[in-house]
């Protein structure tokens, strides 16, 4: 596999890190941090550029331009978690799902905490769009990159406030 090379994209909702080698999308995460000097931090490291039009997609998303990623991603994880995301990515944008809804999308119903567990490690965040999926009765529940981030994500998309959401029909 091709080195992976990491940089810091700033977004309306806090700075990215954007993980990748020459083909694929890798890793999307939050980076938590106090430090003012973030993109410096990771100025020295080559960037390919699979990472540099994920960058270019990302802003789009963020100013409105972009609804649908093609970026090419190659998450980590076991086979069940690689099947739930894919299932992510069928989620429009500016439409949520449930638990119990991408439960019963991949087709085992009685799966939903293997769902929602194989939902929070999603390693591609924003690209793999976890942040569409919802607790029953509209709750707005966790979000690894933050519930403020998640609800940012939602109201950017136009499916928050709840009382106004389109749901998947499945």
Not at 59 to 76: C, H, N, Q, S, W
Request: hydrophobic share 40%; glycine share 8%; charged share 20%.
């Amino acid at each position: 596999m091709p080195e992976i090379t990491t940089t810091a994209y700033v977004s309306p909702i806090g700075a990215l890190l954007v993980e990748g080698n020459t083909d694929y999308i890798t890793q999307i995460s939050f980076i938590d941090t106090d430090r003012s000097d973030t993109d410096h931090a990771f100025a020295e490291l080559p960037v390919y550029p699979v990472i540099k039009e994920c960058i270019n997609q990302l802003e789009a998303y963020f100013t409105g331009r972009l609804k649908m990623f093609d970026v090419p991603i190659a998450p980590a994880g076991t086979d069940f978690q690689k099947e739930i995301w894919r299932l992510l990515q069928k989620l429009p944008y500016g439409q949520s799902a449930t638990y119990t809804q991408l439960s019963d999308m991949y087709g085992n119903p009685s799966a939903i905490r293997a769902v929602a567990a194989a939902n929070g490690s999603n390693p591609i965040m924003i690209i793999v769009p976890c942040h569409r999926v919802i607790g029953a009765g509209y709750k707005l529940t966790g979000y690894a990159g933050g519930l403020h981030r998640k609800e940012w994500l939602l109201r950017h998309e136009g499916v928050y406030p709840f009382a106004q959401i389109q749901t998947l029909d499945i």
